[in-house]
């Protein structure tokens, strides 16, 4: 909008969201997503603690938005923490995360 | 049930529309894809997640829902046309721009498919999109009035940002170090109500107040590297000289920033996103590698003092020339010469926004 309504990009995690969900539904999620997960969580940590100097780009759009939700969301940080591996994204993590985001 | 029941009403939809004779070609493949994703959900329904399935029906009715509006001989052609050549300066993806008329004068926004579920249907059901579709809606009474649909230009600065992330980028790297003061509202703000650690929630909102404004001005940036000064010109005269809020700017610090840019003054928020743009360019995230100021305008003059439309010939022109009708209508409308001052003032207006839609249409041909 020109001058009076706030933008969402809300949309930016959208991807994620429905992956995690799938997660911890114990639902059959393809490889292809999986790894997309663990991708978007591993950009954004790395994104949170780059070096003003030399700033990288993440591969996916999605590591912006929810490096910026590890930022303003208390305890998200340590909840994603626990997620080191494809294997570990679990439907109890899964579900934990989606309680913060 | 429901989905299924909804996957099957969306697709009598989809038959609909694509029965209807106004449409591109564009816009039927796109159909054509939607379609497919309807044809596969149905079909193989049984075998595939229901979170998934539930996900790409939202996702086909949302798009569906967008035709709406470009189904009429409403669609501004010429305006539509100018956007595409500037989406395509910045992103390689293959996007297809539909509008929506608003009853609301103030209607401008833009929306856009879900690009996530998009890339999680293209992974899952192996359907690829045929472009990348958004939505802009425009005041309805402005649609032959090309002059007045320049806020159409900082919408789809909005599309690029929120696609690529510019401005969250920005608040990763610039907001968290507390370098707060890169935007102009903070240099007013007192810095012991920021900086109380009590205040956690409120400094929260900053961070998103932050973001919310460094949106606003790559939107006025990326319109006014294609339209110059007519965009926030145009701000001015719709909002007035609004104050800032959580959401936006204010009026005065937005005009500042873009004639700081257009007249190549340093500018801190310009060579933030310059800096942020030249990172995502070396990735390949985007096509441009800054902003860059609008090509030299051509007159056009002689053309309209004549009432004749301009010839435009060189496609970096097609941008600029906007900028100058803007400023031949603002000046015609308080001093009217020639033959235009046997004109009333609604006349001109009229003529100077005919003038330029046929203009354009000339160069489409």
Redesign the interface.
Known sequence: ???????N?A??????K??L??IA?N????D??RM?AYDVVKEAFS??V?N?EM???PQH??S??L??EI??THGLDTTLSNITSQGNLLPQSAQQVLDYI | MLAQTQLTLVGKKIREISESPYFSKNINEYLSYLKNIADKLSEEGSNI????VI?STIFITDAVNFFSGSTSKKIPYEVVYCLNDACQQWTDENTLITTALSSDI?G??FEYV????Q??IE??LNIKPSHDLIKISLPEIYRRRPLCST?LY??LG?YID????FS??A???FC??NKFDILPIFHNFDKNTWSNPDKKELI?HK??MW??HC?EYFADLFSAQFVGRSGVDF?QR??GN?DAS???PS?KDRVKVVEDFLSGNSNTVVDMLNNIIS??S??N?VKQSGLLRPSSPPDITSCFDNIRPFPITDRSHLHSFINEAWDYLCKTWDNPSGVWSELSKDTIESTVNDLVEKSIRNFMI
Do not use: C, W
């Open positions: 909008m020109l001058y009076a309504v706030p933008q990009e949309g930016s995690l959208e991807s994620i429905l992956i969900k799938l539904t639902s059959d999620v393809p292809s997503l997309m994104l949170i780059q003003g700033l990288e780009i759009r999605e912006i938005s490096a910026m930022q303003r | 997640n229901e979170g998934i996900a103030h401008f926004y879900n690009l996530s579920t890339n999680i992974q899952t806020p900082h919408e909005h929120s696609t690529i992330g969250e980028f608040s990763l790297n968290k170090k929260d961070q998103e973001t919310n949106r701000l719709l909002a609004a959580f959401t936006h009026t990172l995502f070396k990735a995230k």
